[in-house]
Structures are given as structure tokens and as C-alpha cells.
């Protein structure tokens, strides 16, 4: 089964032992009950697709142990595992019954919970903190939803252009050695020289916050910034995937067969239209942010970063929603067919089958962000 067929088990198979490799177990009642939870891996921690189900405090035994996924065509599923080939055995919601027939009371209690959190657009950590406050689920977000260090160290480039300036505001024309994100962050919170200390209390003042609350801010900006380094860097990834797939359905233009397919070229061209159009407002998006963000430093004050801080908060679903989209999609896409090969019919069923469903949620999203002028 492909990450883009959910058709759920019968109940009679879902007991069964997955294939070998698999991540997760196929009887996911009987694990439970046998106690101990997944730990929180590094790809689900990292990724805009997935939540494990370890985090939200239900009843059902084994659900916890599992994973609640956004697959090709955006539809919120529970995967029962995924073997080492990349198949994933994907149960529906309205059908998870049929895999936990024993605890149908249990059932009954959680499933308004996975309900909710199936219309969260997007399972990244920032997308997810606001979800999680929303629908009042106790979550401790420092503890689970934080990106994990290997993703904080790929994020110091990306993050180095969003904090450039505040550095440079504490410390001045001082070289500043940074590694990763965290020194990044160490730098904002902890300045260790006078002259810092000096511009700190100067900023105080611009902010109209205590000295004492300065660092409490700073983080807060670091934090902030961070998310957009996240998103901008989910971006960078998928923009030359959405390339390649355009290019790779660009010769069906030229097909005999299609061109005397009307409703096969229309297809085809709403879907180029659709992915391209969306790639260009989401780059417009992050090149606002970094007007704004450089409007904040010329003219510092407390309501300028609040500001600042509600636009890039109001974005997080929005952003998390149309990357987390277009990053399934792709990911298929590059299994599917890993050196671009594929006939026209091919291709052709791929674009019908897996990029057109969910493509509308995709332009939705999008559309409603630049409607709000983010």
C-alpha cells in the first residue's frame, strides 16, 4: 500500500504482523497494553505531516503508539506502520473501529479529539502549539514541540538572516562566531559584554520593557524567527521538487493524445497554474517578511515586534498548511518515480490520481493569505 492508498485493512488483517521493517506494529491494542511508547523520533519531530499520537492524551490502548499522518491527498489518517520500501498502511478515521473492535468505549471518548486535530492544516510543530491551545490539549511544548538539534543546526543559515540585525543592535560591528542555532539564541539571550549590556539597557528603553524582561523578549524573537527559518527552509526544499515535477509533465503538452483531450489539458493546466502561482506567493511572503523584520530595526518599540510577532503567528497555519501539501506530494512523487522516467499515460494518472486531490485545499489555504495582505 503507497503512502497515497488509504483503503483501510479488514479487521480480520489489522492484527497481523507488519512487513519487516516496518515502524510501527500492525496490533497496535496488543502493544499498548504491553506498555512503553514510541519515543519521539527526529523525522516525525521535524516533519509538517506527521503527529504522533503518543502527545495527545487518549484512551484507546495502542492508539497512542501510533501515528496521525497527512497523506498525498491531505486526507488526516492513522498509519498503522510503514515499512523500510516506504508503503504505509493508512486506517481512516471513520474506520478505526475496525482495528480497536475491543475498545469501542475508549474509541468513542478520543475520536472527537482526532477529529479536530484532523482539520489542523499542517502537523508542524508551530502550526501544531497553536492547534494544541486551541482545542485546550495539555501539551508541554517545550518538551515535545520543539524542533529536534539536527534540524536547530540546518537552521543557522537560514536563521543567521532573520538575527543578523538583532545581534548586531546588542553587540554592534563585533564579529560574532556562530555555529548553530543555539549560539544563535545563547547570543540574544546571554550577552556577555559590557558594551552589550550597554545597548540591552538602550533597548530597554526603545521597547518600554524592564532590563529584567529583555531576555524573556529576546527569546521570544528567537523563537519567533526560528519559525520562520523552519518554514523558509521547508520552502527551499520543495521549490526545486515543484520544478522538477513541472518539468517532468511539461513534455505531456506536446503528447498527440492530450492535446486532443480536452479535459486532460485542462487538468494539466490548472495544476501547472495552481503549483506555480502558489510557489510565487509563498516566496512573496517571506520577502515581506524580511521588509518587515528590517522596518522593526530601523524603528524599534514594543508595538513594532508585536506586530511583527502576530504576522509570522498568523502565517504559521497558513504556511504549514500549503508546505506540508506540496511537501507530500512530492515526496511521492520523487519514490514513485525517482529518475523521472514514466510514460505519458503515466504521468498523466499520477497528476489525476495524486497531485489533483488536495490541490484545492492548497490553493484555499493560499488564497486566504494573501486575502489577509500577509
Excluded at 516525525?44 to 487518549?58: E, G, M, N, T, V
Excluded at 562566531?177 to 538602550?202: C, F, G, M
Excluded at 492530450?258 to 502561482?277: A, C, G, P, T, W
Excluded at 506567493?281 to 513594532?304: C, M, P, Q, V, Y
Amino acid at each position: 500500500m503507497t503512502p497515497s492508498d488509504p483503503a483501510p485493512p479488514s479487521a480480520a488483517e489489522a492484527p497481523k504482523a507488519p512487513p519487516a521493517g516496518a515502524s510501527t506494529p500492525a496490533d497496535p491494542a496488543a502493544a499498548g497494553a504491553a506498555g512503553g511508547e514510541e519515543e519521539f523520533d527526529a523525522e516525525s519531530q521535524d516533519a509538517l505531516h506527521i503527529l504522533p499520537l503518543r502527545l495527545i492524551p487518549l484512551e484507546t490502548p495502542g492508539l497512542r503508539r501510533l501515528r496521525l499522518i497527512k497523506n498525498v491527498r491531505l486526507d488526516t489518517v492513522i498509519e498503522l506502520y510503514k515499512d523500510q520500501s516506504h508503503k504505509s498502511a493508512q486506517v481512516p478515521l471513520e474506520t478505526l473501529h475496525s482495528v480497536f473492535q475491543s475498545y469501542g468505549e475508549q474509541l468513542r471518548k478520543d475520536m472527537p479529539i482526532l477529529q479536530n486535530l484532523a482539520t489542523v492544516p499542517s502537523f508542524d510543530v508551530y502550526t501544531l502549539r497553536l492547534a494544541m491551545r486551541q482545542l485546550k490539549l495539555p501539551v508541554d511544548e517545550k518538551k515535545d514541540l520543539q524542533l529536534s538539534e539536527g534540524k536547530r543546526r540546518e537552521l543557522t543559515e537560514h536563521m543567521k538572516a532573520f538575527t543578523h540585525p538583532l545581534i548586531q543592535q546588542i553587540y554592534g560591528g563585533t564579529e560574532i562566531e556562530v555555529n548553530d542555532v543555539s549560539d544563535i539564541l545563547r547570543l540574544i539571550a546571554n550577552p556577555n559584554r559590557e558594551d552589550a549590556l550597554k545597548n540591552l539597557r538602550a533597548m530597554s528603553q526603545k521597547l518600554n520593557v524592564p532590563l529584567t524582561e529583555i531576555p524573556r523578549f529576546l527569546e521570544d524573537y528567537g523563537d519567533t524567527y526560528l519559525s520562520l527559518a523552519y518554514f523558509k527552509s521547508c520552502l527551499d526544499t520543495v521549490v526545486p521538487q515543484v520544478q522538477g515535477f513541472l518539468d517532468w509533465i511539461k513534455p505531456l503538452e506536446e503528447n498527440q493524445m492530450i492535446k486532443h483531450d480536452r479535459l486532460s489539458k485542462q487538468m494539466l493546466d490548472k495544476v501547472k497554474d495552481s503549483l506555480s502561482s502558489v510557489i510565487i506567493s509563498l516566496t512573496g511572503r517571506f520577502e515581506s517578511f524580511n521588509r518587515k523584520s528590517s522596518d522593526f530595526w530601523k524603528d524599534i518599540n514594543a508595538n513594532s515586534f508585536a506586530q511583527m510577532k502576530d504576522l509570522v503567528f498568523s502565517n504559521h497555519r497558513s504556511m504549514g498548511g500549503v508546505l506540508c501539501g506540496l511537501a507530500v506530494k512530492m515526496q511521492l512523487w520523487r519514490e514513485r518515480f525517482p529518475t523521472a522516467s514514466g510514460g505519458p499515460n503515466k504521468r498523466l494518472e499520477f497528476v489525476r490520481s495524486e497531485i489533483v486531490p488536495g490541490m484545492q485545499l492548497i490553493d484555499e489555504l493560499e488564497a486566504a493569505a494573501r486575502k489577509m495582505n500577509i
